[in-house]
């Protein structure tokens, strides 16, 4: 009873996934390994005192919807509570709901859309969002003259499967400026999950009759080497 106990608590181990992993970061300090299409890295001027390093992923992609930053991540197995968090910088004058808006900023997984906020920095006060946390509102901290916004954004991506994914950065408005005008940024971008461990082989357990003949054979070979 106590090897079959034995081995019953191993096979359940070997099956317990791992605690959260980091599957994907990237500060963008050197580059931009990961990413695809819209988007360059630029000097972050008054976001570095945010947090946001030196240099960031800036994208003043025109069209609505805009040219997407595209992550393009390969699991080699299931992940299960996938959360990505990172920082977002709206730069220059987004405007919302007044007269030159919308200006949504959006993410988009697998081609379903998972988060979309409408920004503006002329109303006086910063989006609010459960998955926003604002940094800055309402200060200029460089690129042109007008106004910026910072927030970090953590969204939860739910169960992603084995195999290819991309995650979609994007602007859309009708009245989406873009250029020197309005852009956006993301820096600190973390993506972390809990993958599956692969079982690890364990050994059929041996049944008591088979244990106790093999005991017994070797009881009596042993038997017989003494007399």
Same mark, same amino acid.
């Given at each position: 009873m106590?090897?079959?106990?034995?081995?019953?608590?191993l096979?359940?181990?070997?099956s317990?996934?791992?605690?959260?992993?980091v599957?994907?970061?990237?500060n963008?300090?050197?580059?931009?390994?990961g990413?695809t299409?819209?988007?360059?890295? $630029?000097?972050?001027q008054?976001y !570095?005192?945010l947090?946001? #390093?030196?240099?960031?992923?800036?994208n003043n =992609?025109? *069209? %609505?919807?805009?040219a997407?930053?595209v992550?393009?991540?390969?699991?080699?197995?299931?992940?299960s509570?996938?959360?990505?968090?990172?920082?977002?910088g709206?730069l220059d004058s987004w405007?919302?709901?007044n007269?030159?808006?919308?200006?949504y900023?959006n993410?988009?997984?697998?081609?379903?859309?998972?988060?979309?906020?409408?920004?503006?920095?002329?109303?006086?006060?910063?989006a609010v969002?459960?998955h926003?946390?604002t940094l800055?509102?309402?200060?200029?901290?460089?690129?042109s003259g007008?106004?910026?916004?910072?927030? $970090?954004?953590?969204?939860?991506? !739910?169960?992603?499967?084995? #195999?290819?994914?991309t995650i979609e950065?994007? =602007?859309s *408005? %009708?009245?989406?400026?873009?250029?020197?005008?309005?852009?956006?940024?993301?820096?600190n971008i973390?993506l972390?999950g809990?993958?599956?461990?692969?079982?690890?082989d364990?050994?059929?357990?041996?049944?008591g009759?088979?244990l106790?003949?093999?005991?017994?054979?070797m009881a009596?070979?042993?038997?017989?080497?003494?007399?």
């Amino acid at each position: 009873m106590k090897f079959k106990a034995i081995l019953a608590i191993l096979a359940v181990a070997a099956s317990i996934p791992a605690s959260a992993d980091v599957l994907y970061s990237n500060n963008f300090e050197t580059n931009t390994n990961g990413f695809t299409g819209a988007g360059f890295l $630029t000097g972050t001027q008054g976001y !570095g005192a945010l947090g946001f #390093g030196q240099q960031m992923l800036r994208n003043n =992609a025109p *069209g %609505n919807p805009a040219a997407a930053s595209v992550l393009n991540l390969n699991f080699g197995g299931a992940v299960s509570d996938a959360n990505l968090s990172f920082s977002f910088g709206a730069l220059d004058s987004w405007d919302g709901n007044n007269c030159c808006g919308p200006d949504y900023f959006n993410i988009r997984v697998d081609g379903n859309l998972l988060f979309t906020q409408n920004f503006n920095i002329s109303n006086g006060s910063p989006a609010v969002n459960a998955h926003l946390t604002t940094l800055s509102y309402g200060n200029q901290l460089g690129f042109s003259g007008w106004a910026d916004q910072a927030y $970090t954004i953590s969204l939860n991506l !739910g169960n992603l499967a084995a #195999g290819d994914h991309t995650i979609e950065f994007f =602007a859309s *408005g %009708n009245l989406w400026q873009a250029g020197e005008d309005e852009s956006w940024a993301i820096d600190n971008i973390s993506l972390a999950g809990e993958q599956a461990v692969p079982p690890a082989d364990v050994p059929e357990p041996m049944s008591g009759a088979l244990l106790l003949g093999g005991l017994g054979v070797m009881a009596l070979a042993l038997r017989r080497r003494r007399a």
